[in-house]
């Protein structure tokens, strides 16, 4: 079994160091990256302007090249977190968390080396988990059922409570003021609106990426107001100080090899993804890291692991699309729908009928990762002097980003409202010392929570045992309440003492 999937690398990278491939992929990935650091426009939306292009190239050149914008993407996108406590993607939000604090203590290019490292080194694990185990894990994606796919996800909610810096109440408060979010639109189940007090804005609900440009990006300009603009850490740009401390490269091997594991699962589920991946994988390393207290103010493993996360899992999520025919987000079905048009139908048979093809685009994502983060070290000096600009002009052009990116999402004025309104939200929480994490979570696993307890509940003819009687989704919400019990006890006994 092993040989033969070293056989099988080896046939992929071949294909993938073809002159076409190669070139391709490195117009992807380097679109990818500038791309991701744009606020609100993202992979789904770079992906979608050129799939007219793919139809010009052969089917294993236009994939590589859709793959490469796609985790290209996920690279770009911790960027702007970085420097600018923006999210260029959803699922880099979890950076700003350690990030923007290393950036403001005069150690962002520390911070956006090991970012291009933990990024290339969750790639690399999702690539060796693709390449030995993806007919094991699209079986056990397979296995998944409605209560499986509920127990995760409030599993997730309660890891992403915990990532709180006020204790587990608080976390438990910004999850359900994130899950009730998510009920705003039209029930996809009853046609009903909810919550939408008559605007026909919000039929739809509330975008992810406005939610997390408000609660990063406004807010944090709203705060600047009331700081000292004249006061900011000196930033070096050289080699030397983007390389972190002997001590941070040891603290950083645990996060990466946790989190990449973490990723890589997450992403072989269907309707998971990214985002889901970094906020679980951050909260599990803020319970089991040393350093814990540290998390929020600059922690090297704040850093580390989301990104290794958020990139395992980008490369996982193509083997439910290629072994199965299941798009887990909305850009996989773009990709799916690359395949379709050029006569390829996903599924099991994809591995031997077009062993070319599904082979090559592992070995491009080898590839890929190279290119990016050969690419991406040395851009970090120009990024690093974008925090060089002085405040009264780097503000205002932030602003505009975040209202033209806002804006491209539908075409709505009323979008750059919300978003307002989300941010001056945002400042009021960071007032009282609420974390702005497990709201977005709650946010993104909230709607898909619903969705799955109403699909078990209807195979169960309304009998709430079934999510007991499943063996692995009894695991799961047995983990959730210890998970939950150590965090309640916890929080009281910190406070006792």
């Known amino acids: 079994m092993e040989g033969l999937s070293l056989a099988n690398l080896m046939l992929g990278l071949e294909t993938a160091f073809s002159p076409m491939n190669l070139l391709f992929c490195f117009v992807g990935v380097t679109l990818g ?120 996800m409030v599993l997730g909610l309660v890891a992403a409570s915990i990532v709180s810096q006020g204790g587990a109440l608080k976390g438990i408060l910004m999850v ?65 100080s983007f390389l972190p401390t002997r001590d941070e490269w040891f ?84 990709m799916l729908g690359a395949l379709m048009i050029h006569g390829i139908i996903p599924g099991p048979r994809l591995m031997t009928e077009h062993a070319d093809l599904f082979w090559g685009l592992i070995g491009s994502f080898l590839v890929g990762n190279v290119l990016l983060l050969i690419l991406n070290i040395p851009l970090i000096g120009i990024w690093v002097r974008v925090l060089r ?17 806002v804006y491209s999402i539908n075409n709505s004025a009323f979008d750059i409202w919300v978003m307002l309104v989300i941010g001056v939200m945002g400042y009021v929480m960071r007032l009282f010392k609420f974390e702005p994490a497990p709201l977005l979570i709650g946010f993104v696993l909230g709607s898909m929570i619903e969705e799955f307890m109403r699909r078990a509940l209807l195979l169960s003819r309304g009998d709430f045992m079934v999510f007991l009687e499943r063996p692995i989704s009894a695991g799961f919400l047995i983990a959730a309440a210890a998970i939950l019990g150590w965090g309640l006890v916890s929080g009281f006994r910190a406070r006792s003492d």
């Open 33 to 152: 990256t500038f791309i991701g650091v744009l606020p609100g426009i993202g992979a789904l939306a770079a992906v979608a302007m050129l799939l007219p292009v793919s139809f010009h190239l052969e089917p294993a050149t236009a994939l590589v090249m859709l793959a490469g914008v796609y985790y290209g993407a996920e690279y770009g996108g911790s960027i702007a977190s970085i420097i600018l406590n923006i999210p260029g993607t959803p699922s880099a939000s979890v950076t700003c968390l350690d990030g923007y604090p290393m950036a403001q203590q005069g150690r962002a290019g520390v911070a956006l080396f090991m970012t291009a490292i933990a990024s290339f080194c969750g790639g690399i694990m999702g690539v060796i988990v693709m390449v030995f185990l993806s007919p094991v894990l699209a079986t056990v994606a397979l296995s998944f059922g409605p209560a499986e796919y509920f127990s995760v």
């Open 176 to 240: 359900s003021v994130g899950v009730m979010l998510s009920t705003v639109g039209v029930d996809i189940n009853t046609g009903v609106e909810r919550f939408t007090g008559g605007l026909i804005e919000l039929r739809d609900g509330v975008s992810l990426v406005i939610i997390a440009m408000g609660l990063f990006g406004v807010s944090e300009v709203v705060s600047s107001i009331h700081t000292n603009l004249g006061k900011r850490a000196e930033h070096k740009i050289d080699f030397a």
């Open 251 to 334: 603290r950083s091997i645990g996060p990466v090899l946790r989190s990449g594991s973490i990723g890589s699962f997450f992403g072989a589920l269907p309707g998971t993804g990214q985002t889901v991946a970094s906020f679980v994988g951050y909260a599990i390393e803020k319970r089991v890291s040393k350093n814990g207290d540290q998390f929020g103010k600059g922690a090297i493993e704040g850093i580390m692991s989301p990104e290794s996360a958020n990139n395992a899992a980008a490369q996982t999520a193509f083997i439910p699309t290629l072994t199965l025919g299941i798009p887990g987000s909305a850009t996989m079905a773009l």
């Open 389 to 405: 600009v002085p405040y009264h002009l780097m503000y205002p052009t932030v602003v505009v980003l975040l209202c033209v990116g």
